[in-house]
């Protein structure tokens, strides 16, 4: 028999418990698939020094504060993974483990979920898969010749790994500075960045930047002028290690090269800088490819959207994947009111048909 549910949350990292949650409080029937084996989405996978950019207090889920971590202002990845372990059972969400979901396509009246382990049909869709599954990597001149390793952050996990080595880390925002300051003091470290790095000031930390986001999106939304959001403040949170090393002097970024050679890099006015390794913190792109059954990207591969809502597709939501789908909806604190209006939109639309 083919499985059914009203609603199928695709993801079981933060955005997809976070719907779970609202889910679960309007009394909506719901499943949610993780492709990961184990409880904490993303953050199981992270480098080992990485650290939120907010307290405890202000990187919570809806529902169930984070606890203080021992010695901890900020806590770190292994501190969220048990929280997102916690959050899960405390609320007994139903997430069915390991289940890659492989392709969304119309089916008459309902949605088909199609996955590794069988098919599901859904009244309603959220999909919650974030980015980090999907890294990008630049278009670079000679990039396909350098002879050294080359990694994206997604496969960064120590400084040991680099110890003695010439390393090159691309990348002006958190991820790029925090890796840096990772590997500036025991590897010959260069850091490049497209522009000169932004730092934001010292005291300012995730709850500041959820405020700014938010502040950006209403004045949008009202018709008023574009705040600028969080880009007005700067790119660089100065988490303390990023702090340590900058005041060290040891975060004195390089303007971005022209081009990739056998050895290492090369800039226009013939400087080069020698390397054994290039750690790319170049961004990511939602991971969406399981919705490409439903023809939703617009000519630039972007999906429209109505707050979470897809345009085109009053039985799709999106979470989780930035402002475009919530103001800081990619961040603990941020994602917990999109998931809120998802799940009553969703709801409504079920009444309606039932109705």
Known sequence: MTPRADVVVIGGGQAGLAAGYHLRRLGVDFVILDAQSTPGGAWQHTWDSLHLFSPAAFSSLPGRLMPAQPEEEYPDAVHVVAYLRDYEKRYEL????????????????????????????????????????????????????????????????????????????????NSGAQIAADLAYDTELTWVTQRPPRFLADDIDGRALFDAATARRRALDAGRTDTGGVASLGDIVAVPPVRAARDAGLLTAAPIFTRLT????????????????????????????????????????????????????????????????????????????PARDAAREIAALLDARHG
């Open 262 to 337: 056998r050895g290492g890099a090369e800039w226009a006015d013939g400087t080069r800088a020698e390397a054994d390794a290039i750690i790319w913190c170049t961004g990511f792109r939602p991971a969406l490819s399981h919705l490409a059954p439903l023809q939703l990207r617009g000519p630039r591969g972007h999906i429209a959207t109505a707050g979470t809502r897809a345009q085109d597709e009053p039985r799709l939501h999106l979470l989780g994947y930035g402002d475009w789908t919530g103001p800081a909806s990619a961040t603990l604190i941020g994602v917990g009111r």
């Open 94 to 173: 139903d997430v069915r483990r390991t289940v890659r979901v492989l392709g969304v396509h119309r089916d008459g009246q309902l949605l088909r979920v199609e996955t590794d382990s069988g098919t599901w049909h859904a009244r309603a869709v959220i999909s919650a898969t974030g980015t980090w599954w999907h890294p990008f990597l630049p278009a670079v001149p000679g990039r396909g010749h350098f002879g050294g390793r080359q990694l994206h952050t997604v496969e960064y996990r120590r400084p040991q790994d680099f110890a003695g080595r010439r390393v090159i880390v691309v990348g002006g925002g």
